[in-house]
């Protein structure tokens, strides 16, 4: 059984920073991407960072700048340093993994069960 555990979270000032970590787990060989995606109350989930293994991050326009998106392949985690956050940053961020080749299975996608992040002006 494949699982994605989010940690970090909570509530933050303007300008102030974050760090959210994802740790895979269940047997697993290999994650093709990981990603850090976002749903603000009333909108639609939209992709905030995410990074392939081996390959380049990719960023929102609106957090370029801002926010890092690191991986640990050897431990199956991703985490998001989020600097200098606005209050427009507040969402429900939800940890995403795709591609994931497991001892029995492969995988196309799987979310976390997400984490608040509230910014404060």
């Known amino acids: 059984q494949v699982q994605l555990v989010e940690s970090g979270g909570g509530l933050v000032q303007t300008g102030g920073s974050m760090r959210l970590s994802c740790a895979a787990s269940g047997s697993i060989f290999s994650i093709h991407t990981m990603a850090w995606y976002r749903q603000a109350p009333g909108k639609q989930r939209e992709l905030v960072a995410s990074?392939?293994?081996?390959?380049?991050?990719n960023y929102a326009d609106s957090v370029k700048g801002r926010f890092t998106i690191s991986r640990d392949n050897a431990k199956n985690t991703v985490t998001l340093q989020m600097n200098s956050l606005k209050p427009e940053d507040t969402a429900v961020y939800f940890c995403?993994?795709?591609?994931?080749?497991?001892?029995?299975?492969?995988?196309?996608?799987?979310w976390g069960q997400g984490t608040q992040v509230t910014v404060s002006s």
């Open positions: 995403n993994a795709a591609g994931i080749q497991t001892t029995w299975r492969f995988i196309d996608n799987y």
């Open positions: 990074i392939p293994s081996g390959g380049s991050p």
